[in-house]
């Protein structure tokens, strides 16, 4: 009877607390936005995945950005831009009176010194971090030069038409340079910059804050303060949502979809993302260096029912590497069409009528996979359909990465954000020639001389629209002739309480909390 | 007694020397490395062998292990290689969350798992114990990541009692009511597996002990029925017991790493996992050193908890 007395007080106590304390809304003016993973740290430029991103990104702020819903390149912190005529020197004009959170001013000089920190291995402050990307983002600037304080120049190796895109990155934000020698290595947990929001407190494991920044130059915040936590349980972010105690969550898991669409308590966003998920090919490989076999399989696979029925919506067609209705893509292009008889046909004339056998390695998840090994058990069995029988090898992540170094995948899932719209961004590195793995990341071993052409001809100018004429050439090339299976561009998906208004969801995986506002 | 205890916390060294070698191995020999997964599929050649040099990583695993030797002798864990921070601190703040959580949780399975099987012994075959045989199977085969979405979803979704997930609110609370309200779901689906062990243990130890002739003496000089079970019985019961406890202590230190990851608590476990997905060896190296010595330091607690209950135990 005791241990009955017991347990009854302990659920008292339980109920009791629980009353005490219910999931409270939230003050007025604070967001709280749940997160898939912990950001690593807050430096732009010394990260590589998303939730860091989406966190550091708020702080700083790059000199040319993308306007809402779209990844055209638009001034940032630089009013205007002028480019010489053989493409090597581009020359930013910088908005005047804009301080960095610490109370410095934003110049020509910080401009400098965020972009030699990380390219200049002789620069003072280059070995307080890692900057994994710096050499592919900014290993053809020659020089960064200060004109005077609101004029910045970067002088570059070879023409480059795409840099434009590449100052969108986050590794090209500016930062405030008196912060970065104050806080040596620790800057990249507390960083500042001249953004929407500033950064406040960051209990491990628990939430990052931020508050905002009441002298933002673009327009006045609407919210006061940012709390960002991170869930990697689906349910319990869910469920954090469904009890007001989350007001926005990012990456909806397909299967939640229709259960969130169907709430009325909270709002679902869908916006196709810059990326796109293929069915890699080793174009080296026997019987896959005949351009028929390649053919054959992307006439094979059913997408339609990938994006619908795994995904559940949450993809849209590939029709190859380019996102559709963006300023480069060839409006013409059709996806290959499922059509199994005619792969049957296609397999017969290149001389296997009976199919053949194969592997194809798939991650178990990673960055911009989706739902990887569900997508490539659906592409295994409308293979198996065609004669083509595939064993399926499902690896980790940091495995499988070093695996496709060894050139000796047949078939392999892999994705890729570019985080803009510039065809050369997706293109170039990997599909040209010169992108190899393990030089590159043209781990499909894809080689077509025209395509190759095409691409370094579309990287000489400047102009867009002769740019544009070239990478729909260079499309067409890919449907003839296709370096893999082309599956679908990612639907990012974001669900939010009724309380925050204007959230819209970025093509480039941003999340811009800075243009919401609290009911 | 003092003898011993220096000879068991010596015995230490030689125990984390052997835990962290097999780990930095394991580690090492996985495929993949820190800068292969920081670069993701956009890596190239050139930057990967920049990155790796950058990080130590091209220098014979021996090197390796022998200069992150040498930090730690000096106190220092390195700084992990994917958040930039000081190791050390790192784990010790986290590893704080994850003694809150095992703690309770061994609270909750010792004292419930006790009383159950106390009551279970005492009326054999009784609703009770049946009742708690089969909650004892259920408890014991479900797994960890499971029953914590299903407590979510009931107690957080459907009642609304209890928070779903963390271990504070992320604004205002803090004190320790908001700790207790976060710490039930995670601590019970972190217990459920080990009250169920330590209560039919306790059961089938208790049932041996009372049917003992020193308990029929007892009953016979007339004392009364629950000091018999409580004095005579549980006290003798309890060395099983608290090996048994002691296990499951270890148990939960590594089932924590589950549970955590469900509930969002911010522990060493979740770390831990952000560690190896990364590849980040001196994390993961400092975590698993945290984990060993104090799975080490219960094994002791409980073989000096052995002397301390019979007196006929001693270390010499």
Same mark, same amino acid.
């Given at each position: 009877?005791?241990?009955?007395?017991?347990?009854?007080?302990?659920?008292?106590?339980?109920?009791?607390?629980?009353?005490?304390?219910?999931?409270?809304?939230?003050?007025?003016?604070?967001?709280?936005?749940?997160?898939?993973?912990?950001?690593?740290?807050?430096?732009?430029?010394?990260?590589?995945?998303?939730?860091?991103?989406?966190?550091?990104?708020?702080?700083?702020?790059?000199?040319?950005?993308?306007?809402?819903?779209?990844?055209?390149?638009?001034?940032?912190?630089?009013?205007?831009?002028?480019?010489?005529?053989?493409?090597?020197?581009?020359?930013?004009?910088?908005?005047?009176?804009?301080?960095?959170?610490?109370?410095?001013?934003?110049?020509?000089?910080?401009?400098?010194?965020?972009?030699?920190?990380?390219?200049?291995?002789? %620069?003072?402050?280059?070995?307080?971090?890692?900057?994994?990307?710096?050499? *592919?983002?900014?290993?053809?600037?020659?020089?960064?030069?200060?004109?005077?304080?609101?004029?910045?120049?970067?002088?570059?190796?070879?023409?480059?038409?795409?840099?434009?895109?590449?100052?969108?990155?986050?590794?090209?934000?500016?930062?405030?340079?008196?912060?970065?020698?104050?806080?040596? +290595?620790?800057? #990249?947990?507390?960083?500042?910059?001249?953004?929407?929001?500033?950064?406040?407190?960051?209990?491990?494991?628990?939430?990052?804050?931020?508050?905002?920044?009441?002298?933002? $130059?673009?327009?006045?915040?609407?919210?006061?303060?940012?709390?960002?936590?991170?869930?990697? =349980?689906?349910?319990?972010?869910?469920?954090?949502?469904?009890?007001?105690?989350?007001?926005?969550?990012?990456?909806?898991?397909?299967?939640?979809?229709?259960?969130?669409?169907?709430?009325?308590?909270?709002?679902?966003?869908?916006?196709?993302?810059?990326?796109?998920?293929?069915?890699?090919?080793?174009?080296?490989?026997?019987?896959?260096?005949?351009?028929?076999?390649?053919?054959?399989?992307?006439?094979?696979?059913?997408?339609?029912?990938?994006?619908?029925?795994?995904?559940?919506?949450?993809?849209?067609?590939?029709?190859?590497?380019?996102?559709? +209705?963006? $300023?480069?893509? =060839?409006?013409?292009?059709?996806?290959?069409?499922?059509?199994?008889?005619?792969?049957?046909?296609?397999?017969?004339?290149?001389?296997?009528?009976?199919?053949?056998?194969?592997?194809? $390695?798939?991650?178990?998840?990673?960055?911009?996979?989706?739902?990887?090994?569900?997508?490539?058990?659906?592409?295994?069995?409308?293979?198996? #359909?065609?004669?083509?029988?595939?064993?399926?090898?499902?690896?980790?992540?940091?495995?499988?990465?070093?695996? &496709?170094?060894?050139?000796?995948? =047949?078939?392999?899932?892999?994705?890729?954000?570019?985080?803009?719209?510039?065809?050369?961004?997706?293109?170039?590195?990997? &599909? %040209?020639?010169?992108? $190899?793995?393990?030089?590159?990341?043209?781990?499909?071993? *894809?080689?077509? +001389?025209?395509?190759?052409?095409?691409?370094?001809?579309?990287?000489?100018?400047?102009?867009?629209?002769?740019?544009?004429?070239?990478?729909?050439?260079?499309?067409?090339?890919?449907?003839?002739?296709?370096?893999?299976?082309?599956?679908?561009?990612?639907?990012?998906?974001?669900? %939010?309480?009724?309380?925050?208004?204007?959230?819209?969801? %970025?093509?480039?995986?941003?999340?811009?909390?800075?243009?919401?506002?609290?009911? | 007694?003092?003898?011993?205890?220096?000879?068991?916390?010596?015995?230490?060294?030689?125990?984390?020397?052997?835990?962290?070698?097999?780990?930095?191995?394991?580690?090492?020999?996985?495929?993949?490395? !820190?800068?292969?997964?920081?670069?993701?599929?956009?890596?190239?050649?050139?930057?990967?062998?920049?990155?790796? /040099?950058?990080?130590?990583?091209?220098?014979?695993?021996?090197?390796?292990?022998?200069?992150?030797?040498?930090?730690?002798?000096?106190?220092?864990?390195?700084?992990?290689?994917?958040?930039?921070?000081?190791?050390? /601190?790192?784990?010790?703040?986290?590893?704080?969350?994850?003694?809150?959580?095992?703690?309770?949780?061994?609270?909750?399975?010792? @004292?419930?798992?006790?009383?159950?099987?106390?009551?279970?012994?005492?009326?054999?075959?009784?609703?009770?114990?049946?009742?708690?045989?089969?909650?004892?199977?259920?408890?014991?085969?479900?797994?960890?990541?499971?029953?914590?979405? @299903?407590?979510?979803?009931?107690?957080?979704?459907?009642?609304?009692?209890? !928070?779903?997930?963390?271990?504070?609110?992320?604004?205002?609370?803090?004190?320790?009511?908001?700790?207790?309200?976060?710490?039930?779901?995670?601590?019970?689906?972190?217990?459920?597996?080990?009250?169920?062990?330590?209560?039919?243990?306790?059961?089938?130890?208790?049932?041996?002990?009372?049917?003992?002739?020193?308990?029929?003496?007892?009953?016979?000089?007339?004392?009364?029925?629950?000091?018999?079970?409580?004095?005579?019985?549980?006290?003798?019961?309890?060395?099983?017991?608290?090996?048994?406890?002691?296990?499951?202590?270890?148990?939960?230190?590594?089932?924590?790493?589950?549970?955590?990851? @469900?509930?969002?608590?911010?522990?060493?476990?979740?770390?831990? @996992?952000?560690?190896?997905?990364?590849?980040?060896? !001196?994390?993961?190296?400092?975590?698993?050193?945290?984990?060993?010595?104090?799975?080490?330091?219960?094994?002791?607690?409980?073989?000096?908890?052995? /002397?301390?209950?019979?007196?006929?135990?001693?270390?010499?």
């Amino acid at each position: 009877m005791r241990v009955a007395s017991a347990w009854l007080a302990v659920a008292a106590v339980i109920s009791a607390a629980g009353v005490a304390s219910p999931a409270a809304a939230q003050p007025a003016g604070t967001l709280v936005v749940g997160l898939v993973a912990e950001p690593v740290n807050l430096d732009p430029a010394q990260v590589t995945d998303l939730n860091s991103n989406r966190v550091g990104r708020r702080i700083v702020e790059t000199l040319v950005t993308f306007p809402e819903e779209s990844t055209q390149v638009v001034p940032g912190l630089a009013e205007s831009w002028t480019v010489s005529k053989d493409g090597l020197r581009y020359t930013f004009k910088l908005r005047k009176g804009i301080t960095f959170h610490d109370g410095t001013a934003f110049t020509a000089e910080a401009v400098k010194f965020s972009i030699e920190r990380q390219i200049d291995p002789d %620069h003072p402050f280059s070995k307080l971090g890692k900057y994994p990307f710096a050499n *592919y983002n900014f290993g053809n600037v020659k020089a960064v030069e200060v004109v005077d304080p609101s004029t910045v120049e970067f002088v570059l190796k070879e023409p480059r038409a795409s840099f434009l895109a590449v100052l969108t990155a986050g590794a090209a934000s500016v930062v405030s340079p008196t912060a970065v020698k104050k806080f040596g +290595a620790d800057y #990249a947990l507390q960083p500042v910059g001249t953004g929407p929001f500033k950064y406040v407190s960051w209990d491990r494991g628990q939430r990052v804050v931020l508050e905002k920044n009441a002298r933002y $130059w673009r327009y006045p915040v609407k919210i006061d303060r940012v709390v960002y936590r991170p869930i990697v =349980e689906d349910q319990a972010r869910l469920t954090e949502l469904l009890t007001g105690s989350l007001d926005v969550i990012v990456g909806v898991p397909p299967d939640f979809v229709g259960q969130l669409e169907a709430n009325a308590r909270v709002t679902l966003l869908k916006q196709v993302g810059a990326h796109v998920w293929y069915l890699g090919i080793n174009n080296q490989k026997k019987p896959f260096d005949d351009k028929r076999v390649r053919q054959a399989l992307n006439y094979a696979v059913n997408k339609d029912a990938i994006v619908r029925d795994v995904l559940k919506g949450t993809g849209s067609l590939s029709r190859g590497p380019v996102l559709p +209705a963006t $300023w480069g893509a =060839e409006p013409m292009l059709k996806p290959y069409p499922f059509d199994p008889e005619r792969a049957r046909k296609l397999l017969a004339e290149a001389g296997y009528p009976n199919g053949f056998s194969t592997s194809l $390695w798939v991650p178990e998840s990673g960055s911009g996979m989706q739902s990887p090994v569900a997508m490539s058990t659906v592409i295994q069995s409308n293979l198996k #359909a065609v004669g083509v029988t595939v064993a399926l090898q499902t690896m980790e992540w940091g495995a499988y990465l070093a695996k &496709l170094r060894t050139k000796e995948q =047949e078939l392999f899932a892999l994705s890729w954000m570019a985080g803009n719209e510039d065809p050369d961004m997706v293109m170039y590195p990997l &599909l %040209h020639s010169s992108q $190899w793995t393990p030089t590159g990341p043209n781990r499909a071993l *894809y080689k077509n +001389a025209r395509f190759d052409e095409v691409l370094h001809q579309a990287r000489l100018t400047t102009d867009q629209g002769k740019r544009a004429e070239f990478y729909r050439e260079a499309q067409r090339i890919l449907v003839d002739d296709p370096p893999w299976i082309f599956i679908d561009h990612e639907i990012q998906t974001a669900a %939010h309480a009724k309380r925050v208004q204007g959230l819209k969801l %970025h093509p480039s995986f941003d999340l811009r909390v800075e243009t919401i506002s609290l009911k | 007694m003092r003898r011993y205890l220096v000879r068991r916390l010596l015995l230490l060294v030689p125990v984390l020397l052997g835990v962290s070698i097999i780990i930095f191995m394991v580690l090492h020999l996985a495929p993949g490395d !820190p800068a292969e997964i920081m670069l993701g599929s956009q890596a190239t050649h050139a930057d990967l062998a920049r990155l790796r /040099a950058d990080l130590g990583l091209t220098e014979p695993l021996y090197v390796q292990y022998v200069r992150w030797l040498g930090l730690v002798v000096r106190g220092d864990l390195g700084r992990s290689i994917w958040m930039k921070r000081p190791v050390l /601190a790192e784990v010790l703040g986290r590893f704080q969350a994850t003694l809150v959580l095992t703690g309770a949780a061994l609270l909750l399975s010792t @004292v419930g798992g006790v009383a159950l099987g106390v009551a279970s012994a005492t009326r054999p075959n009784s609703l009770l114990d049946r009742l708690s045989a089969v909650a004892s199977l259920f408890g014991a085969s479900m797994p960890v990541f499971w029953l914590g979405i @299903v407590l979510m979803v009931v107690f957080a979704l459907w009642l609304g009692w209890l !928070p779903a997930s963390g271990m504070f609110s992320p604004y205002g609370g803090g004190d320790l009511g908001d700790l207790l309200v976060h710490l039930v779901l995670p601590a019970v689906t972190l217990a459920a597996a080990s009250v169920t062990i330590i209560a039919r243990l306790t059961r089938s130890t208790m049932l041996e002990t009372l049917g003992q002739d020193y308990i029929r003496t007892a009953r016979a000089k007339g004392v009364v029925e629950r000091a018999v079970v409580l004095r005579h019985g549980l006290k003798n019961a309890l060395i099983p017991i608290v090996t048994v406890v002691g296990v499951q202590a270890g148990y939960l230190l590594g089932g924590a790493v589950l549970t955590e990851t @469900v509930f969002a608590w911010p522990g060493v476990g979740t770390l831990m @996992v952000q560690g190896i997905l990364a590849r980040d060896f !001196p994390l993961v190296q400092g975590c698993v050193l945290v984990v060993a010595l104090s799975f080490v330091l219960i094994n002791l607690a409980v073989d000096l908890l052995y /002397a301390w209950l019979d007196p006929r135990i001693r270390y010499e």
